[in-house]
């Protein structure tokens, strides 16, 4: 059964196309022609944190990929696939990992409970986890833990991006893109650069990753 919800989108959309048009009548097939987008975000897939919403972007500026928590990982060939195109044909100038306060797949990883299949996909949280337990396990106070978790989950995934081959040989190239870290926070709509130094980060991590010449 088809809810009032679902009516109204093909109502809004409606509305929202005429309007577009009327404001520019070239709107539409000027984007149809091409994308020339300078980001490129990954963020967690919660309907909660729209990237365009949050960062006030139009159409044709984010060329995005969400998935639960942010994760990159080089066994997945949909996100590996989708900063290698970002990086080599739209030439994009940014990569922003973008995680939230609140992350329900965070949070999730943090428990010791098992979900099934979506194990496999927490494991990458859970290793971050890992890799900073000690900082972590130091932070008694629960919340803060939580929102800890997030930003170095941010900091690690966004390693993960300076770890592609992709992302190596252009900046080496063409001095693009690099890479940034944020948080979303949802308590309060604010965004926050977690400023990464991405000259430092691809120093660190081409003292064992380096894929270029
Ligand atoms: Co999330």
Redesign the pocket.
């Known amino acids: 059964m088809k809810s009032d919800k679902y009516e109204q989108i093909f109502k809004r959309n409606k509305i929202w196309a005429e309007d577009a048009s009327k404001k520019d009548k070239d709107f539409f097939s000027n984007l149809y022609k091409q994308q020339q987008p300078e980001f490129l975000c990954i963020g967690?897939s919660?309907s909660r944190v729209p990237a365009n919403t949050v960062t006030g972007l139009d159409i044709g500026d984010l060329f995005v990929h969400r998935n639960i928590?942010n994760v990159v990982s080089n066994n997945d060939m949909n996100l590996m696939a989708v900063i290698q195109y970002a990086v080599e044909q739209l030439k994009v100038k940014h990569i922003v990992v973008c995680g939230?306060y609140g992350?329900?797949?965070v949070q999730a990883a943090m428990k010791q409970e098992s979900y099934g299949l979506l194990d496999h996909w927490l494991k990458n949280i859970r290793d971050v986890y890992r890799i900073h337990y000690e900082e972590l396990e130091m932070e008694h106070d629960e919340t803060k833990r939580f929102d800890r978790l997030v930003e170095l989950n941010v900091l690690e995934q966004s390693e993960n991006v300076v770890k592609t081959p992709y992302v190596q040989e252009s900046y080496i190239k063409n001095g693009f893109p690099t890479v940034h870290g944020w948080v979303y926070d949802m308590r309060n709509g604010k965004l926050i650069d977690l400023n990464l130094d991405f000259e430092q980060e691809l120093k660190k991590v081409q003292k064992v990753y380096k894929l270029n010449e």
């Open positions: 967690c919660d928590a939230h992350c329900g797949g």
